[in-house]
């Protein structure tokens, strides 16, 4: 049994499932559906349930309360028209871990969006675990020396990361432990593999994971359909819509490399001090890092893009 499925209130259980205006709570061995209060409605321009939420219900059915959170995973809108302005798009809420899962090959990885989840994840003060799966596409190949030297890299800034493949077997025993407790949030593009992995985890898995019906476009968040599952080993899944962009929310510019482990013990250090923006002033401190080969060149040229766009 996963103890955050079970937190032992009367009246309170988790949101594990969201369909458009119906949520399903779990409380213990037992689930069931509910709507928002009318109070809740009118309180809120948008939803104010997301999926992992910890709420409380009436005997109508109806959420009526919902529970501070530890943490929530956002990701900024895409702006439909112009004149409209991007909103915080919340995707979970109270999770242990981010799992951001990039393939190998085909597709091939996009670090950049990599470091958009982590940083995404960082602000919100949420543990990521990197997973390369797909590795027996490029076994043998110059593309996995790469690989694996990107994966050093990332290992240098204190993240987790797995080399996997569900065909060979490989990091598999790996990922299962560190799924074995807590709420997963499971973050990458379609065609990645992450049904395959899961379904190799844990034999079906994935498939019920995949039964979920959800439907995504480039730049738009519209999934009808966000479910957790549960693992018998422990832990609990969440698989978010494949998507092509992440725009990050409520990440200011002037904190951005703080949300970069190796660069956050140097903020506030440089010759201007937080006043640095660490990209063409003389005497800073990370730039100097990148220079005495402490902080990855990559990594630095990401910083610089994300802060460009913000």
Same mark, same amino acid.
């Given at each position: 049994?996963?103890?955050?499925?079970?937190?032992?209130?009367?009246?309170?259980?988790?949101?594990?499932?969201?369909?458009? #205006?119906?949520?399903?709570?779990?409380?213990?061995?037992?689930? @069931?559906?509910? /709507?928002?209060?009318?109070? &809740?409605?009118?309180?809120?321009?948008?939803?104010?349930?997301?999926?992992?939420? &910890?709420?409380?219900? #009436?005997?109508?059915?109806?959420?009526?309360?919902?529970?501070?959170?530890?943490?929530?995973?956002?990701?900024?809108?895409?702006? =439909?028209?112009?004149?409209?302005?991007?909103?915080?798009? /919340?995707?979970?809420?109270? *999770?242990?871990?981010?799992?951001?899962?990039?393939?190998?090959?085909? =597709?091939?990885?996009?670090?950049?969006?990599?470091?958009?989840?982590?940083?995404?994840?960082?602000?919100?003060?949420?543990?990521?675990?990197? /997973?390369?799966?797909?590795?027996?596409?490029?076994?043998?190949?110059?593309?996995?020396?790469?690989?694996?030297?990107? +994966?050093?890299?990332?290992?240098?800034?204190?993240?987790?990361?797995?080399?996997?493949?569900?065909?060979?077997?490989?990091?598999?025993?790996?990922?299962? +432990?560190?799924?074995?407790?807590? *709420?997963?949030?499971? /973050?990458?593009?379609? !065609?990645?593999?992450?049904?395959? &992995?899961?379904?190799?985890?844990?034999?079906?898995?994935? *498939?019920?994971?995949?039964?979920?019906?959800?439907?995504?476009?480039?730049?738009?968040?519209?999934?009808?359909?966000?479910?957790?599952?549960?693992?018998?080993?422990? !832990?609990?899944?969440?698989?978010?819509?494949?998507?092509?962009? @992440?725009?990050?929310?409520?990440?200011?510019? +002037?904190?951005?490399? *703080?949300?970069? =482990?190796?660069?956050?013990?140097?903020?506030?250090?440089?010759? @201007?001090?937080?006043?640095?923006?660490?990209?063409?002033?003389?005497?800073?401190?990370?730039?100097?890092?990148?220079?005495?080969?402490?902080?990855?060149?990559?990594?630095?040229?990401?910083? &610089?893009?994300?802060?460009?766009?913000?």
């Amino acid at each position: 049994m996963n103890p955050f499925l079970n937190p032992g209130g009367p009246d309170t259980g988790v949101v594990v499932k969201k369909i458009t #205006n119906a949520y399903t709570i779990r409380a213990g061995e037992k689930t @069931f559906d509910c /709507v928002l209060s009318t109070r &809740l409605k009118r309180e809120s321009d948008s939803d104010p349930v997301a999926v992992g939420d &910890l709420v409380r219900w #009436n005997e109508a059915g109806q959420i009526v309360d919902v529970q501070p959170r530890r943490n929530q995973l956002s990701r900024r809108s895409a702006v =439909p028209m112009p004149g409209a302005h991007a909103h915080e798009q /919340v995707i979970a809420a109270n *999770l242990d871990r981010v799992v951001p899962v990039f393939s190998a090959a085909n =597709p091939k990885p996009a670090w950049h969006l990599l470091d958009r989840y982590l940083v995404s994840a960082e602000s919100a003060d949420i543990p990521s675990l990197v /997973v390369i799966t797909k590795m027996d596409l490029v076994e043998g190949r110059p593309e996995a020396d790469e690989i694996r030297a990107v +994966a050093d890299e990332y290992r240098a800034c204190g993240y987790v990361v797995i080399l996997s493949s569900a065909e060979t077997g490989a990091g598999l025993d790996d990922l299962r +432990a560190a799924l074995s407790g807590g *709420l997963s949030a499971f /973050v990458g593009k379609s !065609g990645v593999g992450k049904t395959s &992995l899961l379904n190799a985890i844990e034999p079906g898995l994935g *498939l019920r994971v995949q039964a979920t019906n959800r439907a995504t476009g480039k730049g738009r968040h519209t999934t009808t359909h966000l479910e957790i599952f549960t693992m018998r080993a422990g !832990g609990a899944v969440l698989d978010t819509p494949g998507i092509r962009e @992440f725009g990050l929310w409520d990440v200011d510019q +002037a904190d951005l490399a *703080l949300f970069f =482990p190796e660069m956050r013990p140097r903020v506030g250090r440089c010759k @201007f001090g937080l006043g640095c923006r660490h990209d063409q002033e003389p005497g800073c401190e990370i730039r100097l890092a990148v220079g005495r080969g402490e902080i990855s060149p990559y990594r630095y040229q990401s910083y &610089l893009k994300l802060k460009d766009e913000r």
